[in-house]
């Protein structure tokens, strides 16, 4: 089922397309943490400890004449996603104008959906941005050869296809791609943050709203435990001290703006504001979802 979800903020319009969802073993969310503490998190949200669902929560912002689409979703690499598509048409969004794909990284689970079948640009006017640190990574040959290995997450079920993905949705279309220094200002309005750590270059973004701030956060989080617990991170995490740095970075700063925050994998459409807890965050939805 397509779900997009839309809100205006001033002249800028924001919608929140789905891509589906997919689910991951609780445990793998949870690097050492004791079990009954995850059962516990799962029963607060509840969230299946067996197959926690994680949702691919891509936002469209038109901000400042742009047509702005943050990450593509997981598109055929994961199973119950590749639902981009439908929703962009359900919210009556045509891909040919979308002016910039800007990705947080280049993980699969974002750059699903930036090819078509044939292998063409999805977004066929658009220009691909992406921060230089992180393009660095991905475009090495000798790092995409040691990710088939599974060298770096010491993850053999995800890194060989992370590698292809990136093989097929970024470098294939290369041509269609610019980077810019991690804390550019890469568009009007939309401010880059380094916030390394889940991939060696993963960046937040602060988007000017006018009278509202959004942060789009990508993988800072994973699962609303993450935003209870500042501390608790999954395994996708690479460097997972600088990936928890970098979420207290981003999430206080939010916090202390009042700003509204983007979650990517949070449940659908992952739009709410902090304030700063005890040992993480509490998270205010600001759209009350029903569950179809
Ligand atoms: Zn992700």
Known sequence: MSKFHRFSIGSSEVVVLSDGNTAFPGPFLMIGVDENEQLEACRKHQLDHAAVESNMNCVYVNLN???????TGAGSTLPGCGQIFEAMDSAGISPSEIDYVVHTHLHLDHVGSNVDSSGKPAFPNARYLLGETEWAF???EENLARLDRAEFWKLPDFEPAMA???????LAIREHFDT????????PGVRAIPAFGHTPGHLAY??????????IT?????SPFHIDHARWFPAVDLDPEQAVAS??????????????VSGYHLPFPGIGRLSRGDDGWNWVDEFAMSTP
């Open 247 to 260: 979420r207290a970075k981003v999430f206080n700063a939010a916090a202390d703006k009042g700003a509204l």
């Open 138 to 140: 991905w475009s090495d």
């Open 206 to 215: 602060e988007l000017d709203l006018g009278t509202e701030t959004l942060f």
């Open 164 to 170: 292809a993905t990136a093989r097929t949705s970024v």
């Open 65 to 71: 004449g742009n047509r702005i689409l943050f990450d």
């Open 218 to 222: 990508g993988d800072l989080v994973l």
């Open 180 to 187: 810019f220094p991690d804390d550019a200002e890469p568009l």
